[in-house]
């Protein structure tokens, strides 16, 4: 599935996202590879641990995923009775 673009496989078709995983030293261009993932019947997520140039530990971890899934996740966290019509 690497050659997809995903690297977490989910044979049990559970997981509601496909994966790419980075550790790279500068920020990966996520538009190009989520646009060479086949599939698109599922958001797209990459997950990017920077990595450092003198082998020290990381400085962090992020999730990098469309603007659109960003505003879906948000709507399912807030509570059923406030209007989330606005986000």
């Known amino acids: 599935m690497d050659k997809a673009k995903i690297d977490v496989c989910d044979p049990s078709g559970k997981l509601p996202v496909y994966i790419q995983a ?3 030293t500068s920020t990966p261009q996520y538009t190009k590879i989520k646009n060479a ?3 698109d019947d599922k958001p797209f997520v990459t997950i990017w641990k920077q990595a ?3 082998g020290s530990n990381s ?3 992020i999730a990098m995923l469309d603007y659109e ?3 879906q ?3 399912s966290f807030v509570k059923d009775d406030c209007n989330n019509s606005s986000i």
Do not use: E, S
Request: net charge positive; glycine share 6%; charged share 20%.
């Open 73 to 75: 996740l948000l709507k």
């Open 52 to 54: 450092t140039k003198d």
């Open 22 to 24: 980075k550790y790279t």
């Open 37 to 39: 993932c086949p599939f």
């Open 69 to 71: 899934f960003f505003i």
């Open 59 to 61: 400085p962090g971890t």
